[in-house]
Structures are given as structure tokens and as C-alpha cells.
């Protein structure tokens, strides 16, 4: 029903920004809530950012809080992660994730999944 393509990965610096893209298919994905999560080798999925369907709602990581910014255009069908002031420590490959009926960070409750693309920071 929803397919998710993330883009925007790539190496970058201690201290530099990445601009992480997540493209939607389907009419109505202006509806559904999107959320960003991460995972490192040998960790477990964790919760980034999530915006509800009019972006009138935000919730962050502690670990980014103040660093990352979750934006969406719905006319473009397209949710956003500015991070800034990357850390090694956020090295990972970004998934997003869309629910209809559920924002926030618990993970099982979204619904559609994509690929992911891999972060990396170095010192």
C-alpha cells in the first residue's frame, strides 16, 4: 500500500550535516505519521524523530534533541532529517517509517518500512 525509499546517506565528518530524504508512494501518505530510527551494528533499532500526518506535532531523541530537525511536504509526498552536528556515535543506517494511525517511538506500531541508508561519521 506504502512503499518508503530513503536517500541521502553518506560519510561525513565529526561536527558536519546530513540531509536524509524519505519518499513516499500512495495518495493519502500525507495522513500517515512518519517516523525516523537508526541502527548500528551489533545494536538494536532505536528511535530517532517521528511527525504526525500535519506536522503540527515533533518528538525527538534525547540523543538528537537539538541537533536533528524532522520536516515534511506533503505535496511532494516527502518527510526530511536535518542532522547537524553529527557524532560518530550516530553512525548507523536511518530507516523511515509510516503509520496510519500511530507517532511516536515505539517501533512495532509502524506499519511500512523502507530500505534504509547507511550514516557515517568520522572522527
Avoid: H
Avoid at 500500500?1 to 495518495?27: D, H, K, P
Avoid at 542532522?83 to 509502524?110: I, R
Amino acid at each position: 500500500q506504502v512503499q518508503l525509499v530513503e536517500s541521502g546517506g553518506g560519510l561525513v565528518q565529526a561536527g558536519g550535516s546530513l540531509r536524509l530524504t524519505c519518499a513516499a508512494s500512495g495518495r493519502t501518505f500525507s495522513s500517515y505519521a512518519v517516523g525516523w530510527f537508526r541502527q548500528a551494528p551489533g545494536k538494536e533499532r532505536e528511535f530517532v524523530a517521528a511527525i504526525n500526518w500535519s506536522a503540527a506535532s515533533t518528538y525527538y531523541a534525547d540523543s538528537v534533541k537539538g541537533r536533528f530537525t524532522i520536516s515534511r511536504d506533503n505535496a511532494k509526498n516527502t518527510v526530511y532529517l536535518q542532522m547537524n552536528s553529527l557524532k560518530p556515535e550516530d553512525t548507523a543506517v536511518y530507516y523511515c517509517a509510516a503509520s496510519q494511525y500511530y507517532s511516536g517511538s515505539y517501533y512495532p506500531k509502524y506499519d511500512y518500512w523502507g530500505q534504509g541508508t547507511q550514516v557515517t561519521v568520522s572522527s
